[in-house]
């Protein structure tokens, strides 16, 4: 694998950086030098993490909070950011959730907005602060934290399913749009992570979140952090354009090879 240079990618800025995957990726960032922007709702944890990589890494962040959904807030935020942490060399735009699963004509249009402001307005709205800057300096990384589900449609995702298709669609002019600007853009789109992913879509239900990711080894929010950073890191002739990452015992979003439940452990 290669290690970054920070002279080549020194700040990156990571949305809903407060917990799993968002959380995973400030860790390897910060361990290949990068100065972070952490952005989230949840500012103790995103202080709490901050302080973990300054005394873990050295490393030098600013915290911002804000909801994604919300333009005004997110435009507020980034005009408040000081100077010298204005110039973003790499964004991960990894915020986003799913809420609720069932069929579409049962669904809450709420888990929609939710859904749909947040996995694909809030990435336009944070893309669209920090992507000019990139234009003007002829050099910048876009890593979209996409799913699975924005490859296939299962049942009962409609909704989110069409967010992540939106998220691939935006990966993918964002690269026919900024490659001539010198900006690299990344898709990443995970399969089954054991994040806090299946609780907020299950509305704080553990038992049903914790049957997601029973009976197999799921995929960790390190193993995807690992393909950010592998991604940031790539020599500056190379784009990682596109990547799926299935746990070992998913061959597709809702089929996966899981340990007879009933069989002694
Ligand atoms: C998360 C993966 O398959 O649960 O985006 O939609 S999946």
New binding site residues.
Partial sequence: MHQASPSNASLACITGASSGIGAATARALAKQGHKLILCGRRVDRLEALAENLKSAHGTATQVLCYDVRDRKAVEEAFAGLPAAWKAVDVLVNNAGN?HGLGAVHEGSPDDWDAMIDGNVQGLLYVSRQLIPGMVERGRGHVVNIS???GKHV?PG?AV??AS?HAVEALSEGMRLDLTQHGIKVTNIA????ETE??LVRFKGDAKKADK?YTGFEALQAEDIAEAVAWSVAAPAHVTIADMTIYAAAQAA??TVYRRDQSAPA
């Fill in positions: 799913a799913s699975v589900a299962y995702g989110y399913c992540k995970p399969g089954l992570v992913f299946s997601v979003p809702t």
